[in-house]
């Protein structure tokens, strides 16, 4: 595929690699904000790649593992109405909620389909009038756009048995709150290049001034991580804040003005939970009034679902950079992919799930003193087919 | 602060609770399949060979006196089932009846076998149009011929509608063993190159395509191909072989782990040396999905002392089935159980079994 | 987050008066909301996201990392050849 | 008026038109199954062994030089398989498990085979609870141990909610023959005695008092038994018997029409001798339905050579799955292909097979 | 079973076997009414215990038979709606209509249940209080209480989701219309023991007198039969007229007066359409006014299905007596249990089906010259399971 | 038509106002409107259509056909003992 294999070059890759070996002094911390960002560095190996000098943390950028356990409970109540057909993007389906997930509730019963895109939602509930199509819109900016036009479109073409469940969220405030927080660890950002894309990065210039930092927006190949690294080494070691633009060719500073209007159009800005993390304050989008009529939170009133998360999950500290997900005493243990205990096990962006998938099991860049897991092989060999 | 975890001491991933239903993901050919195999099959109705898992099971008929254990009696037989429930039933490069035809097959052919019989076993949904079934049957004709097996015997079962899906078939293979080849899951030894016989992923993005609420277009098509020729070309030439295995559900990912486990060796792979064809990769980017993970139907991973793999990829590359096979790796005394990839651009990344069903990732 | 892959639109047309087209993602094709990319044409490529295009890639800036990486090749020719030369005090 | 039918062209019956979907009765098997299977399955993939119909083929399995089709190299296998999709799971007497072991145990017996291995492939509704899996598990090993037989392979699929029915299971079974017995279903000859080996119709009563709809309360139960034992005896103590079959699906009726077509002969039946328990009768009369079309799990039809007759009804006597062994009829050269049955009151009529599914009458 | 074993004797039926063999002396024709009789007589073969003399003709008796095809196209037609339940007795269906059967409708889709009593659609209807649950109310006087009692439940419970589908018919007038045919050839009739269970046998003093012809209210087990047949040829043979009660154990002559009163509560009489005959007047049930919201006809508005019978079929003749089944030229051909052209030959106790079931197809009393049919077996030897 | 068989009631109570009992088929149970015969209690015989009890068996009428039989069967044994003598003109 043009503009992806260029950028999953060795050569490229090598030549970004001595870039940064060769301007590196002293040690930095940076945050990839993005959970895609977090996805290619650990199935790329990239933090192998860079000096010991340059330390990654993970980001609470994956809109699968920051929402709030009350609204996945909420998910799963409403999903387990007779009439509704509830509608997700794939990977929302395993989040835990405080006792099932969305895949159990489909084994039990219930009406929970995939779809790749929001407008799909609306074909479905085209096609099945007598029930309500409720759509879990999880996402962060980038997703807002989309999942305003379903809403907007609906709303036209009067599709009443459509609604949606919204746990939008936004970049900037989650960044803002970690840069505020006494713990964090955090030198400078990756930016995360599709937000950017569609919100442009005039919101970011204020933070890095604010915090004294410098963001890259940066892009998902592994050359657009490493290029992003090579600039935000480069303007730390330089002593630069302020925001730079690596992931240009789809991110103009001012982003879509087009995909902002729409947004604007249906969503306003509120203060949103983020799992693990809190309430943060403006960090999140809601349906605005002339829109509430396609609120599923108010069409089913599951208003007051009250949960509690595990008291062992770290994710909180893992997402805002302050742990990395090995350090978690679950890690790998009670909490795994098939059964995550946080929902930063669930996402393959999530960290620890990354961290666990691509085999940070061992904090070791060689996998050859792995053998302490082989005593008693979990895994059993399956007649596969 | 919490305490940082005790390495030493970090264990296997034990199932935080389990599951009391049957999910999705316990027929992914993945962690939560092998899950239930050893908790409810293996644990209950555990023996030798059942416990073994290889593709087929291996089975000494001698006469009935002496007893039937002695291996030595009798010819060897190897024997395999597997239902099928793929959905569409026709689909680019395939239906149901071939998958269900070549898929026992590759069973017995990946363990040494030539595959001889099969039987087949129809679980009909009322309402079921004759004529389609007319059209997987006569399929399945075809399939047995280009196979060179046949099929002896049947079954038929009606459903009532809504409590089956058009049709299921289970089709079980007897094959016979013409030697005593060491094939076994077990066999990989450090050292041991890997090949795959061809581009991987073909089946399950061809399947996906299709998948409502996911589908797209594309020229892709099944790769279901019965394997027994190919396979006895290389037994021919090469009988050393250690292992042989159709990477089906699951996917690639999932036999290495399987192998790596089995053989409790590790296994190491080189990204940019596995195939995989422009619209596999591209439709596995387009959902978030690892080619890695995905069903394959008519593709073999081999594992083969180093020695013997140039004189083996040369057999195989002349094969119609083999033409695009590819040493994607080595075996290592290093991590063993593990399966460790190269990357494209120079890192490493451990390779997982894949935990339930791969979801296309949105976000 | 945020999957977004690029993909070259092959055909526009208007569906429930919205903008759209059809993607040609290296041999797979999706139709694709293109409302939010009004200047995307036949034969561009966006980058696109839940069906959604965010963007028109912009051609000329996705080879500046690449013209980045022979600048460095340049200078690392250069370097090298200050190396043989043997020369101190360069920075 | 219109003319009387001209009876010498009468001809057999001729569908007026062939259904196009699957109904429930094609699987019921009688006519409607027998039509099936000619019209889809024997006309696209017929061969000797599949067109047999026996309850098992029987493979003769040599090494692979000289070729596969000489009867003599090699040990003779019987090979079968079955789906099975009953419901309710668990029923008075017997399971789905014990049932899908016993009922392929019982076609390899059957044929005078010696059931030796299983395989079971498992078609699970996502959502079935995993402890009611556990439990048809473990019923099936217990039934494994029971009849002697070892489970060596297996698969599982999972289907989408509501596009399954809980767990569907096909077993499919090899056996060895132990010598060359003359067993098969073209075997009855004129004279010969009709045994069946106890009562009739409990099986399927058992089920039909769970039915929505129609339940009612009883104490029968499935008569679910593994065979072999009981065929062995008979087969050590009678090696001339000319057909055994297991009456199942489409009861003794249509066993007995199958084999009175397949053996060009008649067959008469005494009414009278018939075992039917008393609550299998009642159950019978209650909703119109007649035993003779019943299903059975654990009961043999024997045909025997008239002198051998009550040798082998001794040996049957002596064995508990034998205990109830009565001569219903014999074999006649008259009315070949039909089967007649001598009534209570001394009157005759014609056993037909069955049409579709038995319905209950209520009016 | 009491009340059933010993009716089912040898030696009893041999006696009467004997006893009629010694009254009769000349050619006489009785016609049993009842489709139940006519199953125990083939079942048992008892028309070939009977001198030749004795003559068995098969009346319109069974309610599967002679439901007209109409409506079994309407049936059809609501079984195939979207949120109906249409129950049925399991007879009814495999009884084509002018395309489809009952059958095939649940093949395609529909939601077709078996049910052993009127009673047991009111519990369904419970269950699913959103879908509409059809009763096919058929039968003769024997089945309309418990009919009229489903629908007076309904009434009284108030449970409004429930329709029946009425085709209600009754015996008098069909045995008037069969004696008033100048083709009849009936001399004797055995009377309907259960229907007159019901209605007693009050109503049949007039016709036994207007006809001239001997009426013998007879049971279902052979002993009856035989019994009923012996009661009858006597007073054939003594030139008697009049009703006799062989059925005395379940019939009084007033029949029951409760199931009396719950049917005219229900129903009203009306003229009726019989298949294969045509319409008879007064020949019916239908809902009284009070009653019409549960009836289906209206509640769907199938009111003008417009149907064609096969031509081949005599069915009318044969519920006539007039002929039997296998001089029809589709018996056995074109016309079988498992492809019925007509009514006749879907109900086992249908006459055509009874003649075929049991052995008919060669008016033969000796299966031993049936070797035309073993040419080409048609059976084919099934692995049964 | 109307299929009816006897059983035996061995349970009888009120269901939704209307009479209703459990009758014993010979060893199967099944429930029954008993709301047309009154006059069915335990221990007496009914006769049963589609889940209805039609009559109570009139138990000393159901002998009556085994009287016949029984009264043919001295008849015969009278002619009989008639043919024996050898006597004509007998009805
Ligand atoms: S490993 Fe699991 S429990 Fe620990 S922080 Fe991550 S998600 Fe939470
Ligand atoms: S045999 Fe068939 S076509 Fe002929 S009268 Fe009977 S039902 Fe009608
Ligand atoms: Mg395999
Ligand atoms: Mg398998
Ligand atoms: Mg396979
Ligand atoms: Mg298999
Ligand atoms: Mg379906
Ligand atoms: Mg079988
Ligand atoms: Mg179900
Ligand atoms: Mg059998
Ligand atoms: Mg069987
Ligand atoms: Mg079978």
Request: hydrophobic share 40%; proline share 5%.
């Amino acid at each position: 595929m043009k503009f992806q294999a260029e950028y999953r070059d060795l050569v490229a890759a090598k030549k970004l690699q001595r870039a940064i070996g060769e301007i590196v002094t002293q040690p930095w911390t940076i945050m990839e904000v993005c959970g895609g960002q977090t996805h290619t560095i650990v199935r790329y190996g990239i933090d192998e790649l860079l000096p010991d000098e340059v330390e990654l943390v993970h980001g609470p950028g994956c809109p699968v593992c920051v929402t709030p356990l009350e609204l996945i409970d909420k998910a799963i109540e409403i999903a387990s109405c007779d009439d509704v057909i509830f509608c997700s993007f794939g990977d929302m389906l395993r989040v835990p909620g405080s006792r099932h997930d969305l895949f159990e509730i489909k084994a039990s019963g219930g009406d929970v389909r995939i779809v790749y895109s929001p407008l799909d939602c609306l074909k479905v509930a085209e096609q099945n009038p007598d029930r309500t199509v409720v759509f879990f819109a999880v996402g962060f900016e980038t997703t807002a756009p989309a999942n305003a036009m379903a809403v907007w479109q609906a709303k036209k073409r009067r599709i009443d048995n459509f609604a949606v469940l919204v746990s939008h969220v936004l970049v900037p405030p989650a960044m803002e709150s970690i840069l505020s927080s006494p713990n964090h660890r955090v030198q400078g950002f990756l930016g995360a290049g599709h937000v950017c894309s569609v919100m442009g990065y005039e919101d970011y210039e204020p933070l890095a001034t604010r915090y004294q930092v410098p963001i890259v927006v940066t892009g998902f190949e592994p050359v657009d991580l490493l290029e992003g690294i090579y600039r935000c080494v480069r303007m730390l070691e330089q002593g630069k804040i302020g925001v730079d633009n690596q992931y240009a060719r789809a991110v103009k500073r001012e982003g879509s003005r087009v995909a902002q209007g729409l947004i604007k159009e249906v969503f306003e800005v509120t203060d949103r939970k983020w799992r693990g993390i809190g309430t943060i304050p403006h960090s999140g989008f809601r349906l605005r009034s002339e829109y509430e009529r396609f609120d599923a939170e108010q069409r089913f009133a599951v208003g007051d679902v009250q949960v509690r998360e595990s008291s062992k999950c770290i994710s909180g500290m893992v997402l805002q950079g302050i742990h990395k997900p090995h350090e978690c005493p679950a890690f790998g243990k009670e909490c795994t992919p098939e059964h995550p205990l946080g929902a930063t096990m669930v996402s393959s962006e999530g960290a620890c799930a990354a961290y666990y998938n691509y085999g940070r099991l061992l904090e070791s860049h060689q996998p050859s003193c792995s053998s302490t897991l082989a005593g008693k092989p979990a895994i059993v060999p399956l007649p596969t087919d | 602060m919490p305490p940082i975890a005790d390495f030493d001491q970090m264990s296997c991933p034990t199932p935080r609770r389990q599951h009391e239903r049957v999910l999705l993901g316990h027929g992914s050919g993945g962690k939560l399949s092998a899950d239930l195999i050893q908790r409810v099959f293996l644990k209950e109705l555990g023996n030798d060979v059942l416990s073994s898992l290889e593709d087929s099971a291996t089975l000494a008929l001698g006469s009935l006196e002496p007893a039937v254990d002695d291996a030595r009696s009798g010819p060897r037989i190897a024997f395999t089932t597997d239902s099928f429930v793929v959905k569409p039933l026709f689909f680019p490069g395939g239906d149901i009846g071939k998958l269900a035809v070549f898929g026992t097959v590759n069973d017995l052919a990946v363990v040494g076998a030539t595959p001889l019989y099969l039987s087949a076993a129809f679980i009909l949904e009322e309402g079921f149009e004759i004529e389609l079934l007319r059209r997987i049957v006569i399929s399945m004709r075809h399939a047995c011929d280009q196979a060179g097996v046949t099929l002896v015997t049947g079954d038929t079962k009606v459903v009532d509608r809504g409590k089956g899906d058009e049709v299921f078939i289970t089709t079980t293979g007897i094959g016979l063993h013409a030697a005593n080849h060491a094939l076994s899951i077990r066999n990989a030894r450090p050292g041991d190159q890997i090949i795959v016989s061809g581009t991987i992923g073909d089946h399950g993005m061809t399947i996906m395509s299709t998948r409502e609420g996911i589908e797209f277009e594309t020229a892709l098509q099944s790769d279901t191909a019965p394997l027994n020729d190919l396979t006895r070309a290389m037994l021919d030439a090469c009988p050393s072989i250690r292992v042989m295995r159709d990477p089906t559900r699951g996917g690639v990912s999932s036999t290495l782990n399987e192998l790596a486990t089995a053989s409790n060796v590790g296994i190491l792979l080189d990204e940019a040396s596995i195939p995989v064809r422009p619209e596999v990769h591209s439709a596995c980017e387009m959902l978030g999905l690892d080619p890695m993970y995905v069903a394959n139907e008519g593709k073999l991973i081999v594992v083969v002392a180093e020695q013997d793999c140039q004189s083996l990829m040369k057999v195989m590359k002349q094969h119609p089935l083999g033409r695009d096979a590819a040493v994607i790796g080595n075996v290592t005394a290093d991590h063993a159980g593990m399966v460790v990839m190269r990357t494209l651009v120079g890192g490493q990344r451990v390779v997982t079994m894949l935990a339930g069903e791969q979801l296309p990732r949105i976000c | 987050m945020c999957l977004g892959i690029p993909g070259r639109v092959v055909e526009t047309f208007i569906e429930h008066d919205v903008m759209m087209g059809k993607v040609d993602f290296g041999g797979v094709f999706k139709q694709v909301c293109l409302n939010l990319t009004p200047d995307a044409e036949v034969g561009k490529y966006v980058i696109v996201h839940v069906g959604f295009a965010l963007q028109v890639i912009d051609e000329s800036e996705a080879e500046k990392v690449f013209e980045f990486l022979q600048h460095m090749d340049d200078l690392q020719e250069l370097r090298a050849g200050e190396e043989d030369a043997n020369v101190e005090g360069a920075p």
